[in-house]
């Protein structure tokens, strides 16, 4: 039954969103306007700190553009009173925080067909191509970070008056690491010195980091919502 | 100790938000099959009440069994019991009304063959691919009635269920509480809309049930 209900949970998010465009087309707009303004700062060249400052900026770009959909994260639930109805069912908390995590992650993915290839051309464009398996592990690895951590807070703040303040203060320390790691990660696929067991050691910490906060959201989610 | 046969038990129950105590140690027993109207002031705590019977916020202290199952530990099993109408039709504006009957049969693991009866009988049928934003408010309150009766609870928990009906939701409304076999709680301020239906009546006030 859990999993019937986690199938009718993540289709619900996709519906809303493809009826009401609340969050896609908006961190989209985001995330390309940031790269905008950090290519104007930067006088219209690559950052001074090279590819390791470029995939910096990226990864910085999309946590903030990931804290923009998060602040749309459980909002019609609690807008509309609508987790009294969820949580009257029998269905264990943590698959409302899996549900959410995944069509967030999909909504990240979807962002990044946009803001990756805009990001190498305003960037990177003179510089060797990238591992694009490699990349594409990275990025879905660190998405799934993303909305592990950003699920389990937004459901956390949503019960707060002060949602819009408590986020990011939540949120941001614990990104922390997974920018580190992203970034890291990211870099390893441009550079070409990169050995493989260095591109593995990063991926790795992705996916520890995406272990330990998948095991925090399914424990902790039932006491997020339940009082 | 608390029985099957009682499809409500409630010994000293406390319900707090913070330092307000909500609920401050309400005794209720309810039969099976019984018919209990709740009445009392508006912040009297009735609302509260229904909505720890729901299973949507725990006891703060105190007993409290639904069919046997104490609460919180046996909210799993309690779950299926119970259909809740609350407040507002808790259902999602932008899904057709189709489309959250059709989420909620899957979180309480209903067939979906169940979903167009389930409209037809709240009336509602021709409406089912409307988006829910477009309902009226007595429209909401058929479709939440639909909702809460998708997977033929055993206990129906209603808070204030006549408010926004017409004469023809309401008429639903009557229908669907004269049938036989459930237990029905229900939080009002209209406690003569029910004549006919009710079993009992308690009336709770600053979150006591008044002697």
Same mark, same amino acid.
């Given at each position: 039954m859990s999993r019937r209900a986690f199938a009718a949970l993540v289709r619900k998010d996709l519906l809303l969103e493809l009826r009401g465009s609340e969050v896609v087309l908006a961190m989209a707009a985001f995330v390309l306007a940031s790269f905008v303004l950090f290519r104007f700062g930067l006088g219209g060249g690559r950052p001074a700190g090279g590819t390791r400052a470029a995939t910096g900026m990226l990864w910085v770009a999309i946590v903030f553009t990931a804290m923009l959909g998060l602040l749309r994260t459980f909002a019609q639930e609690r807008e509309h009173g609508i987790w009294d109805g969820l949580l009257a069912a029998p269905v264990d908390r943590a698959v409302f925080w899996l549900a959410r995590a995944c069509s967030t992650c999909l909504f990240l993915l979807a962002v990044q067909v946009v803001a990756l290839p805009a990001f190498w051309l305003f960037f990177l464009q003179d510089g060797p191509p990238p591992d694009y398996g490699v990349l594409v592990l990275a990025v879905v690895l660190a998405d799934v970070g993303i909305a592990a951590l950003g699920s389990l807070v937004a459901g956390l703040a949503s019960a707060g008056r002060a949602r819009e303040v408590l986020l990011p203060v939540l949120f941001l320390p614990f990104a922390i690491p997974l920018v580190l790691g992203a970034v890291s990660a990211t870099t390893g696929t441009i550079s070409p010195q990169t050995s493989g067991l260095h591109t593995l050691e990063r991926l790795g910490y992705l996916a520890l980091y995406d272990t330990v906060f998948l095991l925090f959201g399914w424990g902790l989610f039932e006491f997020v919502v339940e009082d | 100790m608390p029985s099957p046969d009682e499809a409500v038990v409630c010994e000293g129950l406390v319900r707090r938000f913070g330092e307000r105590a909500a609920l401050q140690g309400v005794d209720l027993r309810v039969a099976a099959g019984a018919f209990l109207l709740v009445t009392g002031p508006n912040g009297a705590g009735k609302t509260t009440l229904l909505r720890v019977l729901a299973t949507v916020i725990r006891p703060s202290e105190g007993r409290v069994a639904i069919a046997g199952h104490e609460l919180p530990r046996a909210a799993h099993a309690a779950r299926p019991l119970v259909g809740y109408v609350g407040h507002g039709p808790l259902t999602y504006p932008g899904l057709t009304a189709l489309e959250n009957l059709a989420l909620y049969a899957a979180l309480y693991g209903v067939p979906a063959e169940r979903i167009g009866p +389930?409209?037809?009988?709240? =009336?509602?049928?021709?409406?089912g691919r409307d *988006?829910? /934003? &477009?309902?009226? $408010?007595?429209?909401?309150?058929?479709?939440?009635?639909?909702?809460?009766?998708?997977?033929?609870?055993?206990?129906?928990?209603?808070?204030?269920?006549? +408010?926004?009906?017409?004469? =023809?939701?309401?008429?639903?409304?009557?229908? *669907?509480? /004269? &049938?036989?076999? $459930?237990?029905?709680?229900?939080?009002?301020?209209?406690?003569?809309?029910?004549?006919?239906?009710?079993?009992?009546?308690?009336?709770?006030?600053?979150?006591?049930?008044?002697a």
């Open positions: - | +389930a409209l037809e009988r709240v =009336g509602l049928a021709s409406r *988006v829910a /934003a &477009e309902f009226s $408010r007595g429209m909401s309150q058929r479709l939440a009635l639909a909702r809460a009766l998708l997977h033929a609870p055993a206990l129906l928990l209603l808070d204030e269920p006549t +408010a926004g009906l017409d004469s =023809g939701g309401q008429e639903v409304l009557r229908e *669907v509480l /004269a &049938e036989p076999g $459930r237990t029905v709680v229900v939080s009002t301020h209209e406690p003569d809309w029910f004549d006919g239906l009710a079993t009992g009546q308690v009336r709770i006030e600053a979150g006591r049930v008044a």
